[in-house]
């Protein structure tokens, strides 16, 4: 079976840093996903790592850590769009579903 | 990057009636889709896997004869909610994964599709 874990809420400020964690326990893996979802809309692609490591694309950085089961999504300079639930996904590479973890919302504050 | 569309974008149905959801990929053939439900300040729940020219693969707790999956062609599957209830008003959500031959990882959702039912 999947596990997966995320803090429910969390809260920054306008332009500060925050960092997104999320733990999984699955019989398998191959790679860990990050998406966004703004309220009443489709989830967009973030980020994916398939290795150890972090992966930075602008202000979103995702880090990954198979051997702890463990990953995290960084963003920095937040802006108030960046308000949304942050979603991380477990799954095969190739033409499989995903297993989505609870989400995170996120509130900036001015 | 792939383009995946729903349709509609919202349904209002009384209670009992039957209601189809389309998932199209508009610019790729996908011979597999995924029907999620996302209640509010939940996260996607997988429904079903729909497989072109096959049958789905359902969920457990997910009722087949409720909730109909045809994959008729590559770029079309529609989800139909028979007899449809009050407790089945959620977000549904169309995805279908990138391709192998690409080495795309993601997978391309639909806008999804918002169900009351009263």
């Known amino acids: 079976g999947q596990n997966i874990d995320q803090p429910t809420e969390m809260t920054a400020t306008e332009g500060a840093i925050v960092q997104i964690n999320c733990t999984y326990q699955?019989?398998?893996?191959?790679?860990l996903f990050w998406y966004q979802q703004h309220a009443g809309e489709a989830p967009t692609f973030l980020s994916y790592?398939?290795?150890?490591g972090l992966e930075e694309k602008g202000r979103f950085s995702s880090f990954l850590s198979r051997s702890k089961g463990y990953s995290y999504l960084l963003l920095k300079e937040l802006q108030m769009k960046d308000s949304a639930s942050y979603l991380c996904?477990?799954?095969?590479?190739?033409?499989?579903?995903?297993?989505f973890g609870p989400g995170t919302r996120l509130s900036v504050l001015p | 990057g792939a383009v995946v569309s729903q349709h509609p974008s919202w349904v209002i149905c009384k209670s009992g009636t039957s209601v189809k959801i389309e998932c199209r990929s508009l610019?790729?053939?996908?011979?597999?889709m995924f029907w999620y439900r996302q209640f509010p300040k939940q996260s996607l729940m997988l429904m079903a896997t729909?497989?072109?020219?096959?049958?789905?693969?359902?969920e457990q707790g997910v009722e087949k004869d409720k909730f109909l999956i045809n994959h008729a062609s590559l770029t079309l599957s529609t989800l139909t909610v028979t007899s449809a209830h009050p407790e089945d008003s959620s977000f549904y959500i169309c995805?279908?994964?990138?391709?192998?031959?690409?080495?795309?990882?993601?997978?391309?959702f639909g806008p999804g599709t918002r169900l009351t039912v009263t």
């Open positions: 610019d790729f053939q996908a011979t597999t």
């Open positions: 699955t019989s398998g893996f191959n790679g």
């Open positions: 995805s279908a994964p990138g391709l192998a031959g690409r080495h795309d990882y993601e997978q391309y």
């Open positions: 729909s497989n072109e020219g096959s049958k789905a693969t359902y």
């Open positions: 996904a477990v799954g095969p590479l190739y033409g499989q579903n995903f297993v």
């Open positions: 790592n398939v290795l150890d």
